[in-house]
């Protein structure tokens, strides 16, 4: 079936309508239109859309429980009612450069949260090298402020018993 699946393309009208056990897909690069509700209330609860994707009809996505739509589209067209975001609060995932090009495309400027591929609220993340090789950590990964006298630790990334 799933050769079948990676030469699709086009998702005809309602699809997959009440595919309830559909938790989480991918849909394959090649694929170009997602037809009216072709996932309508489904149990998707993410969902990935492939660069190749040129048309979203309305409905493609519309259910209460989608959590995570990621759209690997880089130029954003207008859609209309792909999801049902007043039932759910789904996150939008998309390319790194394209955020403000989602941000003021109709309907896509409406999910609740945009937010570029592998960024996250953490902010910068820095990280510290030890160049001492002395150190010892325990196994939850804290620095040790004496050489251990007994048990199982972390030396230079590898584990020591003593």
Same mark, same amino acid.
């Not at 190749?52 to 130029?75: C, H, K, N, Y």
């Not at 630790?153 to 003593?162: A, M």
């Given at each position: ?24 897909? @991918? ?6 239109? +997602?037809?009216? *509700?072709? =996932? &309508?209330?489904? #149990? /998707?609860? !993410?969902? @990935? ?6 048309? +979203?009809?309305? *409905?493609? =996505? &519309?259910?209460? #429980? /989608?959590? !995570?739509? @990621? ?18 609060? !789904? ?40 160049s001492n090789s002395d150190a010892f950590f325990d196994l939850q990964?804290?620095r040790l402020s004496d050489q251990p006298q007994k048990g199982l ?10």
């Open positions: 079936a799933s050769e079948y699946l990676d030469n699709l393309t086009v998702i005809g009208d309602y699809a997959f309508q009440n595919c309830t056990n559909l938790r989480k897909l @991918t849909l394959s690069e090649g694929l170009q239109a +997602i037809r009216w *509700g072709g =996932f &309508w209330d489904c #149990g /998707l609860k !993410t969902v @990935t859309v492939p660069a190749s994707v040129r048309e +979203i009809e309305p *409905g493609a =996505f &519309w259910m209460s #429980g /989608l959590a !995570t739509l @990621t759209s690997l589209i880089e130029e954003p067209f207008e859609v209309s009612k792909i999801c049902n975001l007043a039932a759910c609060q !789904t996150a939008l995932y998309v390319p790194v450069g394209s955020i403000e090009k989602y941000r003021v495309t109709p309907d896509w400027n409406l999910f609740p949260e945009i937010q570029e591929i592998g960024t996250n609220k953490v902010g910068t993340v820095s990280f510290v090298s030890d990964g804290h630790y972390i030396q230079d990334g590898k584990k020591i018993l003593k």
